[in-house]
């Protein structure tokens, strides 16, 4: 079975900082984009960041210069470090992985999101 599990979520204060973690598992024969999206409560889901397999990125300008998103293509896995944080940045956090090529075919993959509070 191909997922995604992601981890690092929590509650932090304005100003602080948080790293996220999305690690693609199962029989997997290549992965290219990773990206992370977000979606607070009555919003629709947003796209956070993206990155393609050479390491190039796109984001939202909302978090320029405050997030960066990195990748482990050894361990399929994504990071989203998250500095500076605002209160406007608590939302659920999903991975997702669009194309994945597996044993078994291509799949579109979400994670099961990881909730960042930011509040004093």
């Known amino acids: 079975q191909v997922q995604l599990v992601e981890s690092g979520g929590g509650l932090v204060q304005p100003g602080g900082s948080l790293r996220l973690s999305c690690a693609a598992s199962g029989s997997i024969f290549s992965i290219n984009d990773m990206g992370w999206y977000r979606q607070a409560p009555g919003k629709e889901r947003e796209l956070v960041e993206v990155i393609t397999r050479g390491g190039s990125t796109n984001y939202a300008d909302s978090v320029k210069g405050r997030f960066t998103i990195s990748r482990d293509n050894a361990k399929n896995t994504v990071y989203l470090q998250m500095n500076s944080l605002k209160p406007e940045d608590t939302a659920a956090y999903y991975c997702?992985?669009?194309?994945?090529?597996?044993?078994?075919?291509?799949?579109?993959?979400w994670g099961q999101g990881t909730q960042v509070t930011v509040s004093s």
């Open positions: 997702n992985v669009p194309r994945v090529v597996t044993s078994r075919g291509l799949y579109d993959l």
